[in-house]
């Protein structure tokens, strides 16, 4: 059996409440299982109680401009490790490659969520391509954000094929949605997950009152994520952009479905974005294993899963949810649907099978084309070291100098009180 691990900064165990990062990385856990790896997980030390799978580092300080101390090489290099993934690319600034191939899981666009949570910096984008140049290949969940990543493969010096990223759609373990295979619902909607400021669910009274009279019980499922921020300065109070209204209920991840099993709709209408143009929104995936009819935003990837297979009501406005009349029987059609169609649409096996060929073509031959912009960016950051230690020495220097001179004046000055002295006595 060969080992692999999974660098990630989420949480890993249902025993806490999980992001979609954490649903995304325990999802590549599970299909990397299903080819004889052993998977290790590798995050941030934050619990004491871990899973058999978790492994821990420390991050011990993270400094204004983003930089990180930490000791996450040290630690994987402890670990056995014939494949590497990395969830999100930030972690790839930090690591020491090891001699394995190394794939970067890119589950959504961060330079677009770092603009909704008000932290936008001109290094970010070459960070990112000198991070992504330690990679040997890509996966992601969403058809649309492979041909916006291809264009980044090919910066970063990746072989320019569209095997070289793989489309993985959002594969989730079975076993944790058992409790949701029934049929049998109560007349209930929900709204679940993370309080994102680019991921705003707009709920407004009028549709409460609509799914009231249509019989529907309204359940918010919703709480502010734990935020992990490789720049902690840069907070600009991005939670204030959530809709406040909607009460905070934070629950471990197994409990949640639990509480999903006896519903039978969500809400999970998103404002449409550059973000949400190029995601596979996680709660949506996970409302569908768990029997749920979500009602969703055309437009938007899913929708053309969601729309051609029957499994949810999609709207161009909110307020066309108010046009059905029939809200009960859709629902019951779409939920047999979701039981008959999903996740059998995405074909496990062929996805199984795509995946150990982009690993076996890393492991025999890892080459990567010459890269000009990354060259550029490497030479680019070198410089700017330089230039911030050459601006630290004339800093210190300056400061020397201010001293040097204090020291003088005050030398004079004695020299001068010494003198007076002398004069006097004499």
């Known amino acids: 059996m060969k080992n692999a691990v999974i660098l990630t900064l989420e949480r890993t165990s249902r025993r806490r409440a999980i992001s979609g990062g954490g649903l995304r990385v325990l999802g590549l856990r599970w299909l990397l299982e299903q080819l004889d790896y052993q998977v ?7 619990d004491a109680d871990l899973e058999p799978w978790e492994r821990v580092f420390s991050i011990d300080h993270i400094r204004s401009d983003g930089y990180i101390h930490h000791n996450m090489n040290e630690v994987l290099q402890t670990l056995p490790c014939d494949l590497l993934v990395v969830e999100q690319w930030g972690l790839l600034d ?10 970067v899981d890119l589950h959504g666009s961060l330079l677009f969520e770092n603009q909704e949570c008000g932290y936008e910096n001109p290094q970010q984008m070459r960070t990112k391509l000198l991070s992504l140049s330690k990679s040997d290949a890509f996966l992601t969940p969403g058809y649309r954000q492979k041909y916006y990543y291809l ?3 090919k910066m970063a010096g990746i072989l320019s094929s569209t095997d070289s990223v793989l489309h993985l759609p959002l594969f989730l373990p079975s076993q944790f949605y058992l409790e949701c295979s029934s049929l049998e619902r109560k007349d209930i909607l929900v709204m679940g997950g993370a309080l994102w400021p680019w991921a705003d669910l707009q709920f407004s009274n009028s549709l409460r009152r ?7 019980e309204v359940q918010a499922k919703l709480y502010e994520p734990l935020k992990r921020s490789l720049h902690p300065s840069e907070d600009n109070n991005w939670r204030n952009k959530s ?10 991840h197994s409990e949640l479905i639990s509480s999903y099993s006896q519903a039978s709709l969500a809400w999970d209408y998103y404002p449409d974005s550059w973000e949400r143009q190029l995601a596979i929104t996680t709660r949506t995936v996970e409302y569908l294993y768990c029997g749920l009819v979500p009602i969703y935003c055309r437009g938007l990837e899913l929708s053309e899963l969601i729309e051609r297979l029957e499994i ?13 009349s029939n809200l009960k029987d859709r629902v019951e059609v779409c939920r047999h649907n979701i039981s008959e169609k999903f996740p059998v649409c995405w074909q496990l096996e ?11 073509s890393i492991s025999k031959e890892s080459f990567k084309s010459e890269s000009l912009i990354v060259n550029l960016e490497s030479d680019y950051r070198e410089l700017r070291r330089a230039i911030g230690e050459a601006e630290a020495e004339r800093d210190h220097l300056r400061r020397e100098l201010l001293r040097v001179e204090n020291e003088l004046y005050e030398s004079r000055l004695t020299k001068e009180r010494w003198k007076r002295l002398w004069m006097r006595d004499y």
């Open 94 to 103: 930090e690591l020491q490659r090891p001699n394995c191939p190394v794939i």
């Open 350 to 360: 062929q996805c199984l099978e795509g995946l150990r060929k982009l690993i076996d």
């Open 151 to 153: 264009a980044w493969a």
């Open 243 to 252: 809709n406040s209204s909607m009460s905070s209920n934070q629950k471990p």
């Open 210 to 216: 609509y799914f009231e009279e249509q019989g529907f």
């Open 312 to 324: 949810g009501i999609c709207l161009k406005n909110p307020k066309d949810l108010l046009d059905i």
């Open 40 to 46: 290790i997980c590798l995050q941030p030390n934050e």
